[in-house]
């Protein structure tokens, strides 16, 4: 798995392992007064406009996290138990936990559950393949123990052994789109992912930026003419 | 408003394809000179509040994008190869949506330089490539520049650049507000004698034209805009034309043929609906505004009996010079927060490296900005050279994201025959159409440019101060948004597909006015000189119209 860019361009499409079949149908429809208002009102929008309907939004947004949430242990709908203990070791060597939350706190291994169980079902049977490879492997190399019951140095080595396979870069993608797509897919569990590297989904910022920005004087011209040609 | 609908048997005077950035002017300006127009679109009206903050649904769901299990493409190399497709998906990235790839650019808006339209002349050509002249000025382009400035929105500060073209107007708002990034590259180029400039950006940094200002919520690039600051075709041209009373948006309606009489004229647009019923438009005369992919492929797919190599093929050179426009990305790490992930993506840019510089030893010309590079997902999953790529280090290298900034450049492409758009062989899209088939190797001068900005933006950042910098790697293209060349320009019907006004060598009521017709590729921002070529392209178009010369 690589992140694959067209360098010049100003879109930047990192490779999937295959291309998915189906999207996700979680969003709510929007109403059609809803619809109407933002079609006609546009001088009226801008942080104006967002204070009046970000809360709808959030909300649902809210409530679909919720219902995700519910089951408290959430059960999984396509890997199996054996299986799902192994997927997550994987996410927390990726991403470990610490001083600050890893892989496994994001709940990534639920991302990846209901990713298969989903919007990536049509790769689901080529995942669960690989990841019986991976198993069957790891197994021959450590006694038969699964790699979720290995040492963390253990199951360091042997993915270092298999850090070039494409089921490594799978794994790889997975664990870092579950720590940070948005948190309906089941990862990036109370924002967790986002809080690790201080990103913030807010609507609307204001300048400053950052700390550079701050005190900057304004631009100055230039008295010299380049080299224009 | 009520938009207005044709039914398929009226004569409508125009039917535009795509709805893009081109297609919007097209459809805005010949509906607002009278004309009939439906505007043919292949993806759904999607309006402001449809948009989410949603990086794996935009990025790897083809949430805006064409999706590759409906409408697959195959790609290679060089002619010698059997194309195959990309097991990640697509090659050509674009949007599929009413508005288009407008929905969800970046809105880079640099206008093209006097030297791009005249480069063959000034260089003596290239050997072994096609670059050639453009047969317009840059001098003839410019208040077009400046109607997209001003009636599309742009953002800037005129005459900030020493190296910026004449230009007949201020921008009509001041640029956005700068940001970290734009002050440390700022800072930094300032120190090596270059000449950083606020970046013109088709985003509103003020209200303008009935829409509001930017409220920098950062989600721009692969995005549609949820405040309608972004000056997409979609909030743009596109209402405007609906509100003459004489456009329609015809939506989910996708044309794949256009069938000709016997004595070669075009009757109109056959498209399938959003049922997949095949339809049929009449019209009087067609505009392609598809695209550099899908206008070749429409053209190629509309051959017959009497066409064998397709429409308005008779140079055959339809689909060929493909250009994608190459580029390089630096990363840098900084001691206090930027944020970049607030706002637009990109305030400062150079550019002193614009032209080709015969004493670097190879042809090529671009610029460098600042920006972060995309939001937190696509940012995490980027690959730096040396970079650990899991574990312990590699989250402390998430743990940088407020603290990072980047410096893209880009690039020229030199129009190469090799490099084309054709009709696979054997691949249909879901709707039985036969397939897009790309192939595509830079030419080596395209890749020494890369490098050599990735050097400049290296030098830029170190002089800002970064603490470390991180290079990611310059490969050959395989996936590209920027589809240009491929119905190119020029007065030689043996050699361009369109003329100076836009009409084709070969059919006197079919014109084509999008990417697929630039004659070179600029230096990667092209969407500006897009919408300039259809304002100028429709005010000839309608010209011809009154005339009764289509």
Known sequence: MHCVRTAAADLMRPTLPRENKNMPQDDPPLTSSRRAFLGSSAAALGGAWLATYWPQIAAAAHAAHETAAAGGAMAFQFLT?????????????????????????????????????????????????????????????????????????????????????PFFGWLRFLTIAGLLASPKYGGNKDGLGWKLIGFEDNHVFTPPFGYYDRDYPGFVPYTDAGRKT | MTARRFRPEDLVDFAVVGSGAAGGVMARELSQAGFSVVLFEQGPYWHAGDWEHDELKYYMLNGITNDPAQSPQTFRKDPSQRAERISAGNGLYYARRVGGSSVHFTANYWRFHEIDFIEHSRLGGVPGTGLEDWPITYAELEPYYSKVEWEVGVSGLAGASPFDPPRSRPYPMPPMPVKSS????????????????????????????????????????????????????????????????????????????????????LTGVRYFDRDRRE????????????????????????????????????????????????????????????????????????????????????????????????????????????????????????????????????????????????????????????????????????????????????????AAGALR??????????????????????????????????????????????????????????????????????????????????
């Not at chain 2, 695209?291 to 689909?319: C, D, Q």
């Not at chain 2, 590209?480 to 003329?499: E, F, I, Q, Y």
Request: contains cysteine; glycine residues 10%; hydrophobic residues 40%.
């Open chain 2, 182 to 265: 734009g002050v440390l590259f700022e800072r930094g180029a300032r120190k090596l004698g270059l000449h950083p400039f606020p970046a013109p950006m088709a985003i509103n940094s003020v209200a303008h034209r009935g829409r509001p200002g930017c409220v920098h919520c950062g989600f721009c690039m692969g995005f549609g805009c949820e405040v309608m600051a972004k000056s997409s075709s979609l909030y743009t041209m596109i209402p405007e034309a609906e509100a003459t009373g004489r456009c329609e948006v015809r939506a989910e309606s996708y044309v794949f043929n256009l069938p000709a009489d016997t004595k070669g004229r």
């Open chain 2, 279 to 462: 339809g049929f438009q009449k019209a009087r005369a067609v505009v392609l505004c598809a695209n550099g992919a899908e206008t070749p492929r429409l053209l190629l797919n509309s051959a017959s009996s009497r066409l064998p190599n397709g429409l308005a093929n008779s140079s055959g050179l339809v689909g060929k010079y493909l250009m994608f426009n190459q580029g390089s990305q630096v990363g840098g790490v900084f001691e206090h927060p930027l944020n970049e992930y607030k706002s637009a993506q990109v305030t400062r840019l150079v550019h002193d490296f614009y032209d080709s510089d015969p004493r670097r030893g190879f042809y090529g010309g671009g610029g460098i900005d600042a920006r972060i590079g995309p939001q937190p997902m696509l940012w995490a999953l980027r690959e730096e050279e040396g970079a650990p790529r899991w574990g312990a280090a590699f989250k402390a290298r998430l743990q940088e994201f407020t603290h990072s900034m980047a410096a893209w450049g880009h690039t020229t492409s030199l129009p190469l025959e090799s490099n084309s758009i054709s009709i696979d062989p054997q691949l249909k899209d879901a709707w039985g159409v036969p397939a897009i088939r790309t192939t595509y190797r830079d030419h080596p001068d395209d890749l020494a440019m890369a490098r050599f900005l990735r050097e400049q933006g290296t030098a830029i950042l170190e």
């Open chain 1, 81 to 165: 138990a054996e299986e799902a203990a192994d997927v997550e070791a994987i996410g927390a060597q990726i991403i470990p936990s610490g001083d600050t939350p890893g892989a496994r706190e994001a709940h990534v291994v639920h991302f990846i559950d209901l990713a298969f169980a989903g919007f990536f079902a049509g790769e689901a049977a080529d995942f669960r393949k690989q990841l019986a490879e991976f198993r069957a492997g790891c197994g021959t190399a450590n006694a038969d123990v699964a790699f979720a019951s290995l040492s963390q140095a253990q199951q360091h080595a042997y993915l270092q052994s298999v850090e070039q396979t």
């Open chain 2, 469 to 550: 910098v991180g290079r990611e790697p310059i490969a050959e293209s395989q996936f590209a948004v920027h589809l240009l060349g491929t119905c190119r320009m020029g007065n030689d019907p043996a050699r361009s597909v369109v003329d100076r006004f836009h009409r084709t060598h070969d059919v006197r009521n079919l014109f084509i006015c999008d990417g697929s017709s630039f004659v070179t590729s600029g230096r990667g921002q092209p969407t500006m000189t897009i919408q300039a070529l259809a304002f100028r392209a429709a005010e000839h178009i309608g010209r011809f119209a009154r005339a009764n010369e289509i």
